[in-house]
Each structure stands twice: as C-alpha cells, then as structure tokens.
C-alpha cells in the first residue's frame, strides 16, 4: 500500500467533478475573506484557534436554539460561526503553515459541527416538533453527512485518489439547510407558509447524501478494482518464463 494519496488535504483533492458550491463560492469567499484572515493574524490569533472558537461557536447555536425551534436565531449564530471553517485554511496558507495536523483538526472539528446541527434538528423533532418522521430524516442527514465525509477519508487513506466528490458535499449540505432553517426560523415573526422549507430541506439533503455515498461508494470499488489489476498483473515476460 502506498502513501496517502492525500494526506495534506485540499492540495490534493482532484480538481476534477468538484460540486458546484466548492468550485465556484470558495473562489468568491476566499477573495471576500483574506483580508479579515491577514487582519486575525496581525492580531496574533493562530489558524487553529479560529477552528476552535468557530466550532465551539457552530455547535453553542445549534444546540442551544434549534432543540427549542427557534431557527431563526441558530441560524444567525451558527451563520456567525461556519465561516471560520474558510478562515482557518486561508489564514494557515497565508502563513505558509498549512499542516497535516491542521487538516486533521478542520476535518475532525467539521464532523462535530455537522452532528450538531443536525441533531438540533433531530431534538426539535423529537420533543416541541413532535415529528417522527422529520427525526428519524434529520438523524438520517446526520448519519449520511458523517459517512460521505468517511468514504473519502477512508478511500484516501488507503492510497486511492477517490476522484469524485459527489452531488452533495459539506457545502451544499450546510448552505440548503442553514438558508431553509434561517427562512422557516421567519415563521415565528409572523410570515406564513414558510416553516415547511426546513422539512423539504431536509428531504433533499437526505436523497442528495445517499446519492453522493452511492457516487463515492462506487468510484472508490473502481479505483481499487484498477488498483489490484495494477498490482496483480504479472510483469511483462513472466508468463513465458514459466
Ligand atoms: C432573512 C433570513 C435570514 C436567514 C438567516 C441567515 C441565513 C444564512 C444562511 C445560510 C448560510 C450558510 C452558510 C454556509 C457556509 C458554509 C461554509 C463552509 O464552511 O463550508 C465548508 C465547506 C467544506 O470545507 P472543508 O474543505 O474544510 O471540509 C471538508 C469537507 O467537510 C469534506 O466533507 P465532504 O464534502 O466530503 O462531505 C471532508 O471530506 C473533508 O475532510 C473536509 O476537509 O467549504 C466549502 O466547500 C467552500 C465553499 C463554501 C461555500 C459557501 C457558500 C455560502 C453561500 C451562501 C451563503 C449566504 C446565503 C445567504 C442566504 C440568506 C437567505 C435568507
Ligand atoms: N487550523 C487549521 C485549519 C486548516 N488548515 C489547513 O487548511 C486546509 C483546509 O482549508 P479550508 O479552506 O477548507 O479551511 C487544511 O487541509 C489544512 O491544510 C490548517 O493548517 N490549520
Ligand atoms: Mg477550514
Ligand atoms: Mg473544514
């Protein structure tokens, strides 16, 4: 078995089928948030303190207002919060310290911050929201989110590029929820019809995550099938030799 094929992280990620959130809004906030990066590491603020404070900041939001149905302001805190996972990256490159640890906290910290977004969800469900349904969905997003995120861990891990990322990545995952919760959140300040966006959100989520492990699931069987023809294939003239 070879090296990682990524272990520094984004350097390595194929550029190739990228979802449409991180090839083009990356791009837009990377540009919109160097200089707020420069000025944090003037101040002597470490890349790794901003993945701390912005998790810490993500989760506070999502479990103290979502399990009491109040998505409005989650919403407002946790939007507050999910930059800094653009933040630290651009502030470690800034300072040319991009490191294998740093990855492995930002990746790590991420799936934190998705359990509980998601699982504010789940709680409203299961208690003031009284809907089964829309629990065992939001625990479903929670668990799906978890283990597309693993396949590619894990695919990378044992030497294969896994060269897709799939319909629906962390970006998209984050941006259809949080938008949809922030709008239904609108509910309690009186504008009807409009609390129904989070359910449908989560629907979609929930196909568009079980398409993309499907997608990965798939990519990665194939490149390990190529990858044991490649090691399995005698070498050129051996057959006659025997
Ligand atoms: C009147 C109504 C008011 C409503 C209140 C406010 C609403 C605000 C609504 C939404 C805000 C959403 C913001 C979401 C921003 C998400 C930014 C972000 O952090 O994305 C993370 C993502 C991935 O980062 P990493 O590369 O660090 O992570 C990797 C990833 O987790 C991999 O997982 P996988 O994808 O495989 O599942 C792991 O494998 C890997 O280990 C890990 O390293 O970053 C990006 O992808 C970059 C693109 C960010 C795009 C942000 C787009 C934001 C778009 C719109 C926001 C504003 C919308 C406002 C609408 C308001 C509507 C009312
Ligand atoms: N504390 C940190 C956080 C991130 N990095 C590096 O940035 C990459 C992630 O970039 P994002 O734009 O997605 O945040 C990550 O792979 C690390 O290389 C870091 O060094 N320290
Ligand atoms: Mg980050
Ligand atoms: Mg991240």
């Known amino acids: 078995m070879g090296p990682p094929v990524a272990s520094r992280g984004r350097a390595a990620t194929p550029t190739v089928g990228k979802a449409m959130l991180n090839k083009y809004a990356r791009a837009f906030f990377t540009r919109v948030l160097t200089p707020f990066a420069a000025f944090l590491i003037r101040r002597g603020v ?17 479990l ?19 930059f800094s996972d653009l933040v630290d990256g651009n502030m470690a490159r800034q300072l040319g310290r991009s490191s294998r640890w740093g990855a492995f906290l930002d990746s790590t910290l991420d799936r934190v911050a998705d359990g509980a977004i998601f699982g504010g969800f789940a709680l409203w469900y299961a208690g003031g929201g009284d809907d089964n349904v829309l629990c065992a969905v939001s625990i479903f997003c929670l668990a799906s989110g978890q283990v597309v995120s693993y396949t590619k861990a894990r695919g990378e891990s044992i030497g294969l590029p896994v060269a897709v990322n799939g319909l629906v990545e962390r970006a998209e995952r984050l941006v259809i929820s949080l938008v949809a919760a922030g709008l239904a959140g609108l509910h309690a300040f ?27 699931v798939v990519t990665v069987r194939r490149e390990s099938a190529e ?12 057959e006659a030799a025997t």
């Open 46 to 62: 470490s890349p790794d303190t901003v993945t701390l404070i912005g998790t810490a900041g993500v989760v506070a939001g999502a």
């Open 64 to 82: 103290v207002f979502y399990p009491r149905g109040e998505f409005f302001w989650g919403t407002v805190v946790i939007t507050l919060f999910v």
């Open 190 to 216: 009186g504008v009807p019809g409009i609390r129904y966006l989070l359910p449908v959100a989560l629907w979609i989520v929930a196909v568009g995550s079980l398409v993309t492990l499907i997608q990965r």
């Open 227 to 238: 990858a044991e023809a490649g090691t399995q294939r005698p070498a050129r003239g051996s």
